[in-house]
């Protein structure tokens, strides 16, 4: 191992950009936790879910990745949708480990509905933006990857806009913090509910385009994505925007410079670790405040 | 009265224990590995059951003592020649300990419901990557069991009987602990940990020491089922022990035959396994995964629509027939 100050900074800059699509994923699981408190189990798999949207427009029918956010978003939208109305509205009300089951069994058919249509085959999409790169001093930044982090961050301000200066934005919060008093000022709980999981689920559509130039498909990606997205939330403090985004970074960056002092994907024992602590000593997150 | 019933569950048990052994001599060499499988599935879910059913605190990581069982006995024979019948209560020994350090750490500081469904997850991952990198055991290639032939001492056979009778041992046994939990002690105040902790620490029992308990006998049993799983199916890799396809499969069979029941997980992994054994031999050439999207669909109906599983569908049939007899006043109830 030759250890070197470059070393360091590039993976920095590296652990910093992939950090931007891992809040950004974060982001909306936490959306759909904090305000139904139901943990999406299968959040990973409408991740992966995406890709392959984003991966066949860019691949076989030949559109600017980037383009295919106008695609993915409404889909995953759409799929959010349906899959509430389906399988989250009748158990809404049920035991949480109930709601966890069947979002784990949402997770298992949707992985391996993927592998009987796709097969178990990695699909890489080289597109226009694949090799370009820039140096920052001694550091090669991978343009696409910037782009990613830069779209992350618009799509988190945005949405951020939208929960705080919004009429639904507003009931979307006030829903999250206590329902039955929402539903006494007027607000349609269950619909709140539906539109929160749909937009939950159509950030996935806007990470999956952003995504699509520099990260492969299979339909096991979203097991990982998933897995770093109940760490960010958890590590953020539940249903906490700006702590999501934090440790989106930080997990991010955690990985990233672990990979340099450590062989092969050992870094991710120190994010699971990591999560540990954090869930032992401060379950409600980083940021969050006092515990529920 | 109570003692009764503990006598005629006695009797049924070994009528049935009688009939299972039996059976492998007249079961084809293919139904007889089913068999096996129910059997194995049967015990784990067992295992998970105490702590997921009874106590209410669902693992969603139990491979992790899966996996050290199967890790453990495994590279004590392939590395050091120790037989699995030794490294298979050294593997437990460590589960125990795995188990006691979850628990402990977990509900000491009131880790419940998804958390602690979250801890395990990430222990167990964690555990995959971990042994991903470790070449010792093989890294993410993982470990042969070297086959030494035909030979009980190192718990090898090459009659699939053999196996059979062990597991069916394992099971006779995890079903009878588990029925004499539930009618001691200890199984009460793992009800009252699940139905409602406070008023149950309010009478004074220890719920951390009960919770932790719960958590060891559960792991060290899953363990022993590791090290069969290793020695019956001679491979084992980072994936296939620790990852999270076996914490399911193990948790899966208990909530659908049903939670919290001394023959609910047998029941459920009677059902599924042999279902899910034929779709995956019918469909092996064209999809490999049928049998995950199989347990995926099933998880979702069960969910949805009998969230207490067989056992609580049973029981909701007999309910009806014998409401069918009672007073109208009473259906009022």
Redesign the interface.
Known sequence: MIFSFELLAQAIVMGLLIGGIYALISVGLSMIWGVMKIINFAHGEFLMAAMYIAFFLTAKAGWDPYLTIFVTVPALFLIGVFIFQLTIKPILYDPPMNQIMLTVGLSLIMQNLALFFFKADVLTSSTAYTKMNFYLGEVVVRTSQLIAFIGAAITAIMLYWFLQKTELGRAIRATSQNPSAAMLVGVNVRNIYLIAFGIGSATLGVAASLMIPFYYTSPTVGLYFGLIAYVIVVLGGLGNFIGALVAGLIIGLTEAVGAVFLPGSFSRVIVFGLFIVVLLFRPQGIFGGKQQ | MNKLIHNKMAILSIGLLLICSFLPFFLPDYFLHIAILVLLYAYLATAWNILGGFA?Q?S?GHSLFLGIGAYTSTYLFTGLGITPWVGMWIGAGLAGLAGWFVGY??FR?G?K???F???T???A??MV??T??ISLVGGAQGLDVRWEGNNPLVMQFENKIGYYFIILVMIAIAIALVYWISHHRFGYQLIAVRENEEAAEALGTDMLRVKIVATVISAILTALGGTFFAQYITYINPRNVFG?GPS?QI?LFA?VGGLGTVWGPAIGALILVPISEFSRSWLSGT????H??L??????L???FM?KGFVGLFEKIKQKKFRKQSTPSEKEI
Not at chain 2, 287 to 290: I, L, P
Not at chain 2, 295 to 300: D, E, K, Q, T
């Open positions: 209410g669902h969603l750490l977990s500081y880790l419901g998804p958390y469904a979250l801890v997850i990430a222990i991952e964690a990557s971990l991903n990198n999270e399911i948790l909530i999809f490999a995964g049928a995950l999207l347990y995926g669909s099933v998880l979702v069960v969910m949805l969230p």
